[in-house]
Each structure stands twice: as structure tokens, then as C-alpha cells.
């Protein structure tokens, strides 16, 4: 049974850092692509970043270029997203979901309602 766990979220304020963990199982890890995603109250599912984790390739959403990074770590069967420069813009819950390949990242930006695998999410709010 694949399963995806995240963790890390939190309260903080605006200009703070948090990291982000999926952990997965289940799954033969660098046959799939990982994907984190997030969802404000009253507005729609938005793509975060995915990395396809054989070649570590990868792929952000516009809003969050430049402040957050998506990684694996092989070992745990991890996949990290570190946000930096938080907004209240990017209060949300998120999740993280897999896909195998080949549709990996490409599947989860496009058809985000067949992805295969989702986690049960994990809430981040900024505020002061």
C-alpha cells in the first residue's frame, strides 16, 4: 500500500522559513515523480513544485520561484520543500502526491485529478 505522510507545517510569520516532509512508502521510489501541492480555503488546488526523482529534475509553480526548493533524499524516501520568504499568500493546507513515471510531473501539472497517490495534507499559515 503506498502511503505518503507530511509533515512540518506550522504557524509563522511573514518572511519566515519552513520545510516541509513527505515521507513515502510502498513505492519504488525512483520510479515515481513527487509533487507538492496546496489549497487555500475557497480557492482552487494550486501546483507548488514536483521533482522527478531519478534525475532529481524539477519544476515550481510561479508564485513560489526564487523562495521555495523541492529535494529528495533517496535514503528515506523523502521528499523536502523548503519555503522561504513566506507570504500570507501562501497560507494553505498541502499536500503531497506521487506519480509514476512517465507521467510524473508532467501527469501532475496537467491532469492534477488522476494523480495516483495523495497525502492528507499538512497545514502552514502566515500571519502576524
Known amino acids: 500500500e503506498v502511503q505518503l505522510v507530511e509533515s512540518g507545517g506550522a504557524s509563522v510569520q511573514p518572511g519566515g522559513s519552513l520545510r516541509l516532509s513527505c515521507a513515502a512508502s510502498?513505492?519504488?521510489?525512483?520510479?515515481?515523480?513527487v509533487g507538492w501541492f496546496r489549497q487555500a480555503p475557497g480557492k482552487e488546488r494550486e501546483r507548488v513544485a514536483c521533482?522527478?526523482?531519478?534525475?532529481?529534475?524539477?519544476d515550481y509553480g510561479d508564485s513560489v520561484k526564487g523562495r521555495f526548493t523541492i529535494s529528495s533524499e533517496y535514503a528515506k524516501t523523502t521528499v523536502y520543500l523548503q519555503m522561504n520568504n513566506l507570504e500570507p499568500e501562501d497560507t494553505a493546507e498541502y499536500y503531497c502526491?506521487?506519480?509514476?513515471?512517465?507521467?510524473?510531473?508532467?501527469?501532475?501539472?496537467?491532469?492534477?485529478?488522476?494523480?495516483?497517490?495523495w497525502g492528507r495534507g499538512t497545514q502552514v499559515t502566515v500571519s502576524t
Open positions: 502526491a506521487a506519480e509514476a513515471l512517465p507521467g510524473g510531473c508532467k501527469l501532475m501539472n496537467v491532469h492534477t485529478d488522476y494523480v495516483s497517490y
Open positions: 521533482i522527478t526523482i531519478s534525475d532529481g529534475s524539477t
Open positions: 510502498g513505492l519504488l521510489f525512483d520510479d515515481y515523480a
